[in-house]
């Protein structure tokens, strides 16, 4: 598979498409004064406890409170506070070592919001989702650094090896190295990318981010709550952490800043892929250049039409989001069971897509076209689960139902991406509705009577071509010339294509337009 990652600089923010095979999977907006973007840490202030949801309130200087469930506290939250308050008021010049940090005893997973945050302490707290619509943002105190290789999660002294690693060899290998050069109270997490790294490689990771660490430990020193600890990495940095792999084949920058410090970062973590980026200084807007522009336009609304035919409607309530799937003219042959099972699998592939797209979550609802054979159903959904694979988000693909129905649970981290591609009809201005032939043709003839009984000698009428045309037919019997006969003055008539279909205006013997 083919990645390329066009980066679109603009005074608002910066615009990131991220294409596979040509094809846009998913679209990001950072925009310049962004705040609350997911992993950025905050010196919080616990506002209100509410025993009720088991959760509490804090302000982390948004509009609204953030919301803190205990579900999301940690196991280590009685030593995230008391890290948070010694932090706070430490008097040494590079902070106190942390490896020397005496950790609290865990609480227990059925505790109560207001046995770990009685008295409304301080608390350094992580985003966990940014704010969407009228909530404000969700919160953890499960703190975690995230590297090229590994994560970083302090507080405790566990070391994990992701899953998707399958050699057991290379899950162990990679465990005792962590293992030798991780420091005391600093949990590591080694990820997918790490398979095939040396001593070398995984420590220069990890003694980023433990330094990293030490600088919030810095930042919290006088501190006042609210106030933003350390941020995420930009959004750039960020995707080619997670997503650089040696399918990436071209990343396209029109910034020379972003440019020269995405060089640099790449050749810090992949330095064999650094002549894969390259700046773009052409006249055209880089988006059109490559395409992007035009996959978006397509590719947002309320229809998505795919290349057989057949076409999506997407809709969006409140509670969940619904996909409908309908075959339009396609056929693949005449059994009603295979061209069923074909235009599911193509609405299957273009649904993921979608999905990341959009950045949709929450509950998805997709109506498949009905079949019949069971065999047919469960190929459907394992060929949905393997078009999401590639998906970041964590997601579930349930069975079809009894109802033809599969349901798909997808995180939501961000407000969804939705780009009005619909404009609103000049002609009937968004009512669905323009007037008819013969009240336009009434509407034009009043005016006419108007003009004629003011004094005006000579008119020139411009219209639509297709309304020309209906004016003019027949010689004889052409409602132009019943005009003429009534007014007793010479009326012109002329068509002007750029006029929409029930536009028309009036133009005195001086060619100058009648302003009524």
């Known amino acids: 598979m083919n990645k390329e990652l066009i980066i679109n600089v603009a005074p608002a923010g910066v615009e990131i498409a991220l294409l596979e095979n040509k094809k846009l999977v998913e679209l990001h907006h950072e925009k310049t004064d962004a705040k609350f973007a997911v992993g950025d840490l905050y010196l919080g202030k616990v506002k209100k406890l509410i025993p009720g949801l088991n959760a509490a309130f804090v302000d982390v200087g948004f509009e609204k409170d953030a919301f803190l469930h205990y579900t999301d506290l940690s196991p280590f939250a009685r030593s995230i506070l008391k890290f948070t308050q010694m932090a706070m008021v430490d008097k040494q010049e590079n902070g106190f070592d942390f490896s020397k940090f005496e950790i609290e005893p865990e609480i227990i997973k059925t505790g109560k919001i207001n046995e770990v945050l009685n008295g409304k302490p301080n608390i350094l707290v992580q985003i966990l989702k940014e704010p969407i619509a009228a909530k404000g943002p969700r919160l953890s105190c499960e703190i975690s650094l995230p590297g090229r290789f590994v994560v970083v999660t302090p507080f405790n002294d566990i070391v994990a090896v992701s899953k998707k690693i399958h050699s057991s060899d290379e899950r162990k290998r990679l465990h005792k190295i962590v293992e030798a050069i991780k420091p005391k109270n600093i949990g590591v997490i080694v990820r997918t990318a790490a398979e095939g790294k040396n001593t070398a490689e995984l420590h220069e990771d990890l003694s980023t981010l433990i330094d990293t660490w030490h600088q919030i430990q810095r930042n919290l020193k006088g501190a ?205 201005n968004g009512t669905g509705k323009v007037s008819s032939t013969l009240l336009l043709e009434d509407e034009i003839e009043k005016r006419i009577h108007y003009l004629v009984t003011h004094q005006h000698k000579t008119l020139t009428l411009f219209v639509h071509p297709i309304v020309y045309s209906h004016l003019t037919k027949g010689i004889f019997s052409s409602i132009k010339r019943k005009w003429r006969k009534k007014y007793k003055v010479p009326i012109g008539i002329k068509p002007d294509s750029d006029y929409y279909l029930t536009e028309f205006h009036f133009y005195d013997a001086n060619d100058e337009e009648i302003k009524l």
């Open 224 to 428: 006042e709550a609210p106030s933003k600890i350390l941020s995420e990495q930009d959004k750039t940095t960020s995707i080619l952490r997670d997503l650089l792999n040696e399918d990436f084949n071209r990343i396209i920058i029109n910034d020379k800043n972003i440019f020269n410090d995405t060089r640099s970062y790449i050749q810090k973590i992949a330095p064999n892929k650094a002549e894969i980026i390259s700046f773009y200084n052409n006249g055209i807007p880089v988006f059109d250049q490559y395409g992007v522009t035009k996959q978006v336009k397509s590719s947002f609304g309320k229809t998505v039409n795919l290349q057989s035919g057949a076409y999506l409607i997407i809709e969006h309530t409140e509670a969940l989001h619904v996909i409908d799937v309908n075959s339009g003219y396609k056929s693949v042959s005449n059994n009603q069971e295979e061209n069923a099972l074909e235009t599911n699998l193509e609405a299957a592939e273009e649904i993921a897509r979608q999905l990341r797209l959009r950045d949709i979550g929450g509950i998805i609802v997709v109506d498949f076209i009905d079949m019949k054979l069971p065999d047919n159903k469960k190929k459907l959904q394992e060929a949905m689960e393997q078009f999401m694979r590639s998906d970041r988000a964590k997601h579930a693909v349930l069975p079809i139902s009894k109802f033809g129905l599969m349901q798909i649970t997808r995180q939501r981290m961000r407000p969804e991406v939705n780009i009005n591609t619909s404009e609103t009809c000049p002609t009937c």
